[in-house]
Structures are given as C-alpha cells and as structure tokens.
C-alpha cells in the first residue's frame, strides 16, 4: 500500500492535512530542512507517524521520540563503526518500532553490510531510489525484490525521489509485500485533479474483488470497535469518504450513499484498513445519533453490552437522571461518588477469589466511568491515553505515592494513608469540581460566564468543521429506554399511563384526560395575562392565516389533460406541549394556532400535570381558543404513544407536533417508524441554540442579552456570536455584558454552563459572517447590523430570523406573529419551523378528455413497455383502441 510523506515545512499548513493523511495508516513525516526537536509533542500524541531521521546523525533523541508517541522511526545507516558508537542510544529500544534507510545508489554489497549490522536491532528498511530516466517501474520493482529477499520477512518501504507516482507501481510492488513512500504534494483528495495520484485510487489499488460488481464488504465500527452494521464500498466512494472526512458508501442500488446526509445521523471517518485477505474494509466511525441503523438505533446488530453501553448509559443519566435518585447524587456530590471510588478500589484489592474480583472491578468501573462522564471525558479520551502509554519505551519504577506505600498495614492489610499534615481533601484524594453542578453552590458561582474565542484568520478547516457541531445529547440508551414505555402504553392504554405518571412524575392522576368544553374555573387568569394571551393570538393567527393559499392550482399540461392541486387540513393532530413546573402558554398557542387556521377537525393537546394533578389554567385557556377537543394530562413518552396509538380516552392522531426533552423526541422518532402506529411527526429536535452577527453598529448590551435569551434555556444550550470587524475593545465589552448581565440572572446556574461551551467567532467580513451562518443552519438568527434587512437575502439556512436591534428573539418566541417550533441541530438546512403548512397536506388530481388522453397515451404505453409494465400499458391501449376505432 501507500504511505504518505510529510515533510517538516508542510505540517505548517496546519493539522488537518496530517489528519486527513492518517485516515489509512500511517504518515512519514521527514525533516529536510526542520529541525526534529521543534515538532510539537501534540503531533505525535495525536497521529500515528514514522520519523524519518535519515538525515540526522544524532540517535539521542530516538528514545524521547518513541516515548512522546512516535509510531517507529527510520534511522541513518551508520558504517560498521558508527553503529558500535551509537549503540548504547538504542540499546534495549524495541525492534519493532526502529527501521533503517537504505541510501539511494547503495551497490548491493552495501545493502547487504547493512542488513547484516541492523538485523537484529530494527524491524525493516527504507529504500531510497532515483528515478532517472533510464530507471522505469519494471527496474524499480526488480530491484525492491532483491532487497526484500535480502532482508526476509521485515518491513520494507521504498522511496522513489524525482518519478512519478502509479496505480500499478503500488500494486506491483505489493504483491512482494513492499509499501510505497508517496509524497503528499504528489497526492490529492480531489477526484477531478489529474496532475496527482487521487489517494482515495491509490489506498484502493491493493484491494481484491471476488463480487461480479467489484464492491468490497466494509464492516462500519464505532471508536471502541463495536460493529454498528455491513456496508459496501467502491473506489469511487472511498474516494469521497477520504476526501470529505465522513462515512460515504456505494449503495447497491442508489450509487453513492453519504451516510447521514437525510436523517442527520452523520459519520465523522477516523480510520480505513484492509482485512488480511485484502477483499474487505473496516471503517472507524463516530457516529452521531441516533445511531446507524435505519431504524434509528445505534447499530444494526441490537443494543452494546458492556463498559460502551454503561458509557453511553452515563451520559444519558448525566442530563435526564430525575432528583433524589442515585446516580444524580453521584454527579451532584462530589464527595460521595470520591468516596465510592475510593471504597471500590480498596475492595478490590481485598478480593481474592476471581468472582469477587470481577465483580468489584465492575464496581470501581462504573463510579471511575461517572467521574469520567462528569467531566465530558468518553471512552475514546480514556483509550488514546492508553494508547500513548502504550507507545513510551521508557519505564519508572512505578512505587506508590507514600500515603498509599503498604510497608505499613492495618490489621486487616489495608493501606494506611500516612498522615503528613495534608488537607482533607489532599488525604482523601479529592480534587476540584469535575462536571458542571457538581459543587456547592459557592463553587458554581465561581465559574466564569465567558464564551471561547476564535479568529476564523487562525482556524483550520478542520477547526472550522468542528465549530458547526453541537452537544450530542440523544443516544441509543434513550431509545431502548423508551420502546417499552411506548410499547407499554400501546398494551394497558390508559392504566399505563396512570401508572408511568405517578412513577416518573410523581402524581396519581384520577383522570388522563380533560375534555372539551373546558371548566371557566379551569382558566381563571389575571387580566393582564388573559389579554397579553389574547394579544399574541391575534398575531399568531394574523400571520399564519395569510400563509394558506386557499386556491386550486389549475395546470393544462397539454390540450385536455388538467392537472390541480389542492390542499386538506391533516384530520387529527397532536401537540405536545413541554409543562410540569413551567407554563408555556406559548407553545401551545405556536402549535395550536396554525392547526386550527389550517382546519384540523380534531385538536389533542398533551402536556405534563403540576404537582396537584392539574393543567396550567394558561394552557386550558388557550386550548379552548383553538378549539382543542382533548388535554392529555401526562408527559413524556407515555404522551406521545397515548396520541401515537389512542387509548380508551385518548383519541388517535395522525400526526404529532411539538418540543421536548430527549425522552419526547425519541418518542416522536419511534412512533414515526413504527407503521402500525401510521403517524408523521413535524421535525427532529435538539437542545435550543442560537447564533447573532454583529458589527460594529451593535449595542453591547443588546448582543449580550440576546445571547443569554438563549443560553438560560438549558446547560446544552448553544450560542455564537460572529464578531464581524469588531475592534478588541468592542468584543471585550460584550464580554463584559455577558457576565454582568448572566451574574443577575434567576437561570444564573445554568448560564454558568452553557455560556463557557459556547463562543465568539471573529471574522473580518460579512461574506464570511453568512458563509459560515449558512452552514451552522442555526434555530434562531439574530443581525445586529447596520441596514441589516439588506442582509437577508443572504440567508440560506436558518430557523427564524430577527433582523435589527430592535427584534429580540424573544419576540418571535412569544408574540410577533412567527413561529417559535424551528429546526435546531443544523436541520434548518432541510426543515421548516412548524408554520400552516405543517398541518395540511396537498392532493393533485388530472383529468383527461377523450382528445387529450389520444394525444397523450402513445407517451405513456411506451414507457409502460420501457418498464415491462403490461397492465399498465393495458390500460391505456384498450382506451386509445376505442378511441381511434371510429377514426378508421
């Protein structure tokens, strides 16, 4: 196969390219004319390199590369003499990891001198050759044989300075198990420059077909190599995965299959390799959610088991765990789950037999895995480290620290911390808060409210693609959680949902539902509130009306073949209102609005009971404006599927609307791809997020409170601010703003966490402000902008825009008329917000005279023929053979 060279200069280019390089194995890095000692030690930690120190004279530095992660490293090939002198720099180095160049020209007697010297201390060679004119692949090939002959079974890499890179090169050459050092400037990831070898051809050329389409099995895994499903690949798509970092397949039916790019559960490559037998790939993923399969769980072969499954668990509790349980303590206290970890650790060195052991691993496990989920660290973070450690050649002795040096024991053998005048938490071994909302609530307010910064002129591409993402909240665990929620509902009906309401929400209801006409004493509201209700109604509806286009569109296609268009209200619809502790009138009114301006004939609103059992009089009220025929007095899972389904009491919708938490929005997935249920759902969902470009025009504290608008919803909220032009002196009073403006704020705890895991972008035009708005596709957009309506014509991809200072988001959000319910998660890109149309659905018809189907029904059975359709084709012909009879 190939190996990509790098030299020193060319990693200033940035990291990408070396990542991007690595996504088929390793790269040579060289250093012709840097010096080896600048690389940076990240480079290593985070690449899989071999160093080539040919040029080097200096073997001192071997063993420090080695240990900062180099993959091996290629050294000079010193005479007889100078191997004795640089042996002790070497010595005890592992073999495996050292290789030995060849120098170009070197006459064979040469070549075999240094096989003999270095047979034993590296694991194969470098070759170098000039491809002078008279030196063609053949010579070459012969050549690289007598070499591979000479050194055996070792690892042999060729080196051709001043030839052209080839397909058949590579392949030729492997077939005597020999890799080909390419330089990367010779490489390209474009599949149209061919001025270069493609990479995507060249990592292809070794692979074997034994299909009649050529396509190789490519086994899809996650970073712990969990197999998420099977899947094809040709040249082609392998091509595009490596040129676009993502997974992209060949679908046996609908060519290239760019995994993600409908349902939004998209791949970011890490790795390609070949299997043994060189006939199938496997891809390293990361795989967002939903997961892989189809069916929107994580893999095709069932749920993970194991530390990957307890991993994924953890993060899900992180966010849904309810109060007062178990895990929540741990992540809320963290001197319990410090002393769990420590109590776990000395039971297992207690144990003795290998049941006791395993299971007290399990346990130390699992409190380890909290604390790792408590500070965002994953699997993945934890197995790179191994990985590193596993690359250093050097050893420390590894005694322990002396509070834990068991030369002194309790009676019962356990360790004796030695007591040395050390704080608490010094002997306890207790460190600072590790996850948000893991202290006291001194050391939450201790956390600064400041957004990250970045300067676009200074970010990778790669940087830049990392910047589009957003928190992934929803896993596969959720899903499994909540398919015997649904499937619960849709067995008992209502005596489910009676009890998966006292169990998740505390309250046992004596009724699931309300019925229409609702109770006056069900909707008593202050004045004030009744008529700022009534207010945004007007609006709501004002806006939402005048998007129905009542008319039938009427099309005459050719002489008498009429085709039209017209709409109908979708019967029945659900609209799930998040609640319990909150009251969110206006969400129901942004729901419940366009459903009735649309003319649904059945309107069922679900939302969770406060406390006593009963429903916010905000929501009964504005339910009895649109005309809703049924409250469901529950939330959740077991909403949805009462809606999805039907019960006894609650009626079955055809399509259901509205936010959520996770557990709602798996729910609304499930119920979509169940086609027993037969209900649609209006979007996908995710955490609340919002970007503002400002210039210098804005408002300070305008841009700061319209980002913490967003920011108070929840600690996985997102907001950006792309500072367009901005002086430092600008940025730093919106910084300022932020903070004093977060600090004062009842939601001052949550801001604490979701403004730090949000930033500021800056950037020094407004072509550059839209480009990248456009493709982070953000739920709300805000333009603090001199003349800003004269920017709106550059927005491609967003939820709801707000355009000026004088349009907060909060607006759109409660009463100027748009809709609230928007596409979050990058889904702007192919998702409305919910709007009228959400709630009807448009039938066509044709009609065809006598004349127009003579004109057109030649057209027709042709193609019926073309498709080997005869009935249709029938169909057609014993009308035209009437028709054309009495012409005859």
Known sequence: MIVPELTFGELGEGPSILSRLNLIGDVLLSFPTGNVDELPVAVLQTASCILDLSNENDTRKVKQLLDDGARRVILPAFSADEVESCGSAIEGLPAERLLVAIPAGAKEVRVSEIVEHWKTATSGYLWEVDATPDLDETL??????????????????????????????????????????????????????????????????????????????????????????LCYSSVESISHALRTGQGVYQSRTRGLWYKGASSGATQKLLKISYDCDEDALQFIVKQTDPGFCHRNTRTCFGPDSGISHLAATLRSRK?????????????????????????????????????????????????????????????????????????????????????????????????????????????????????????????????EIKMKTYIIAETTPEQRRNLLLRPIIKTEEIIARVRPIMADVRQRGDEAIFDLTERFDGVKLSSTVLKAPFPSTAMLLPQNVRQAIDQAYENIRRFHEAQLDRSVLRVETMPGVVCTRFFRPIERVGLYVPGGTAVLPSSTLMLGVPAKVAGCSEIVIATPPRKDGSVAPEVIYVAHKIGASTVVVAGGAQAVAAMAYGTASVPKVDKICGPGNQYVTAAKMIAQSDSSAMVSIDMPAGPSELLVIADSSCNPAYVASDLLSQAEHGADSQVVLIAVGLADADVAAIEREVKTQGEALPRAAIVRESIPKSYILRVDTMEQAMDFSNRYAPEHLILHLEEAENWVDQVQNAGSVFVGPYSPESCGDYASGTNHTLPTYGYARMYSGVNTLTFVKHITSQMLTREGLDRLGDTVTTLAEVEGLEAHRNAVAIRLKDIRAGRE
């Open 140 to 229: 070459i090939v012969e050549k690289a044989k007598q070499i591979r002959q000479s050194i055996g079974d070792g690892n042999l890499l060729v080196r051709v300075v001043g030839g052209r890179l080839s397909v058949s090169l590579i392949r030729r050459l492997h077939e005597f198990n020999i890799d080909l050092v390419a330089p990367a400037s010779g490489l390209s990831f474009d599949l149209g420059d061919s001025t270069k070898l493609n990479i995507g051809e060249a990592f292809a050329s070794v692979l074997i077909s034994d299909r009649s389409d050529g396509l190789f099995p490519t086994v899809v895994v996650d970073e712990q190599r969990v197999a998420l499903g």
């Open 319 to 447: 966010a849904t765990a309810p109060a007062g349980s178990y895990t929540r303590r741990l992540f809320d206290d963290r001197d319990l789950l410090h002393s769990k970890i420590m109590e776990e650790a000395e039971e297992l060195c207690n144990a003795k037999s290998a049941e006791d052991i395993a299971w007290e691993t399990a346990d130390l496990i699992y409190f380890a895995l909290v604390k790792c989920t408590a500070a965002g660290v994953s699997l993945a973070d934890v197995e790179a480290q191994l990985d590193r450690r596993a690359r250093k050649v050097s050893r420390r002795p590894g005694n322990a620290k002396p509070k834990w040096d068991m030369s002194g024991k309790a009676s019962n053998g356990s360790p004796v911390p030695k007591q040395t005048g050390a704080s608490h938490d010094e002997i306890n071994g207790l460190q600072e808060p590790i996850s948000p909302r893991n202290g006291t609530r001194a050391e939450d307010e201790k956390k």
